[in-house]
């Protein structure tokens, strides 16, 4: 859900490469990807596909 801010249980430190699948054009899908990425603190390298 849009908004949402996540918690210490949801957020993946050790992640730094990091791949989605967005539906760009569906604006709920957008919204989400900020928030989303929150839970990845240290994402250095982002595909977007």
């Known amino acids: 859900?849009?908004?949402m801010k996540p918690s210490a249980s949801t957020m993946?430190?050790?992640v730094t490469?990091?791949?989605l699948n967005v539906?760009?054009?569906v604006h709920d899908e957008a919204k989400m990807v900020a928030t989303f990425l929150k839970c990845f603190?240290?994402?250095?390298?982002l595909h977007i596909r």
Do not use: I
């Open 23 to 25: 539906r760009l054009g």
């Open 41 to 45: 603190p240290n994402v250095s390298c």
């Open 17 to 19: 490469t990091l791949s």
């Open 12 to 14: 993946f430190t050790s």
């Open 1 to 3: 859900m849009p908004g």
